[in-house]
């Protein structure tokens, strides 16, 4: 079965501090995605990761993939209250003759001053 | 580019009824795709087109549900005879992708459909 697995679902800090958001996936992929959703708001993308040891940095938010081991994070460096939202990962795979993006269930982050 | 547009942005509806949202995506964008998302939830693909063709359905799609796009530009989503669990957020994306070339899919704000 199919599966992307992130880790924490939910996570609340203070401004400044670093963190790191993990996801997983269960089969082979040579492409994952990051997205931010704010609450009723579209999903925007971050990130495209098209190979092993891709890593991608945009301001405080840093993104990598390990295929072998199936795993990317997002790394959140002195995080400040406008990173406040739910980020996404979605892996794209191979479906008969086409592809299609797996989600994972979102990791919600709150960041307080 | 005015980005992925969908209508309503909210509907209300009552158990039974047939409800239809409409999605404008990115105008050189040849490929659009539906979703379906619950609150603390990922998206749920439910259905893809390239230009007009819908190339892929999720098992998940009911008969009760069906899309369209009919000219290769908007996209409509129908669903008949509405039930509590259809409640959730509609999401429509699309993308411009050539053979097996994937770039990524911008995403609307959402239809909330909610049943009464």
């Known amino acids: 079965e199919l599966k992307v697995e992130q880790n924490p679902l939910f996570l609340s800090m203070q401004e400044g501090k670093n963190y790191t958001i993990y996801c997983n996936y269960s089969t082979t992929s040579d492409r994952l995605y990051w997205y931010r959703q704010d609450p009723g708001k579209s999903l925007e993308s971050l990130f495209v990761?098209?190979?092993n040891g891709a890593v991608k940095q945009e301001g405080r938010l840093m993104a990598s993939l390990d295929t072998k081991a199936r795993l990317s994070t997002l790394h959140i460096t002195a995080a400040v209250h406008d990173l406040s939202a739910t980020y996404f990962c979605a892996v794209d795979m191979r479906m008969d003759s086409n592809y299609q993006l797996i989600w994972g269930a979102g990791t919600k982050l709150i960041i307080k001053p | 580019d005015t980005g992925v547009s969908q209508d309503p942005r909210h509907k209300i509806t009552k158990r039974g009824q047939n409800v239809t949202f409409r999605c404008d995506p990115i105008s050189e964008h040849n490929r659009l795709y539906w979703y379906r998302q619950t609150l603390g939830q990922g998206p749920e693909f439910l259905t893809y087109f390239q230009n007009e063709a819908q190339l892929e359905k999720s098992r998940l799609l009911s008969d009760r549900f069906s899309a369209e796009r009919p000219k290769g530009s908007f996209s409509t989503l129908e669903i008949q005879r509405t039930e509590q669990g259809d409640s959730a957020m509609y999401l429509c994306?699309?993308?411009?992708?050539?053979?097996?070339?994937?770039?990524?899919?911008?995403f609307g704000d959402g239809t909330r459909l909610s049943i009464l």
């Open positions: 994306a699309s993308s411009l992708g050539t053979g097996q070339g994937r770039q990524p899919q911008h």
């Open positions: 990761l098209l190979s």
